[in-house]
């Protein structure tokens, strides 16, 4: 497979059809479970960098840097829905929810499971 046909960074599509970059068509083939390059049905664990800054995003939740699971994305919204763990006052573990315009996003690194 291409790298730049039939893959994240260029599935084939041209015109309207093709979504909004790189990050955009990764989290739409994550978010439908869709053959991607991050995960092979596993959960999709990633770190999320931020436009303007050259390290990945650390909420301060229990991972530093902050690891995200996509729970939802919205290809003409761009709408992207996280989930990461963190731990409350008492340390007890809780999931936290992350909402992001996904232009926002300008690289995603795949964890593996």
Same mark, same amino acid.
């Given at each position: 497979?291409?790298?730049?046909?039939?893959?994240?960074?260029? $599935?084939?599509? =041209? *015109?309207?059809?093709?979504?909004?970059?790189? +990050?955009?068509?990764?989290?739409?083939?994550?978010? $439908?479970?869709?053959?991607?390059?991050?995960?092979?049905?596993?959960?999709? !664990?990633?770190?999320? &960098?931020?436009?303007?800054?050259?390290?990945?995003?650390?909420?301060?939740?229990?991972?530093?840097?902050?690891?995200?699971?996509? +729970?939802?994305?919205?290809?003409?919204?761009?709408?992207? +829905?996280?989930?990461?763990?963190?731990?409350?006052?008492? *340390?007890?573990? &809780?999931?936290?929810?992350?909402?992001?315009? =996904? !232009?926002?996003?300008?690289?995603?690194?795949?964890?593996?499971?």
């Amino acid at each position: 497979m291409s790298l730049l046909n039939n893959s994240c960074c260029g $599935n084939g599509q =041209a *015109g309207a059809q093709r979504l909004n970059g790189c +990050v955009s068509e990764l989290l739409n083939q994550l978010a $439908n479970a869709n053959t991607n390059l991050c995960s092979l049905g596993q959960m999709n !664990r990633v770190l999320i &960098i931020p436009r303007g800054v050259a390290v990945p995003l650390d909420l301060g939740g229990a991972t530093t840097p902050t690891e995200f699971t996509l +729970v939802r994305y919205d290809a003409i919204t761009h709408c992207a +829905v996280f989930t990461y763990a963190d731990v409350d006052g008492t *340390g007890a573990a &809780i999931t936290r929810t992350y909402v992001t315009d =996904a !232009r926002g996003i300008v690289g995603i690194v795949c964890l593996s499971a």
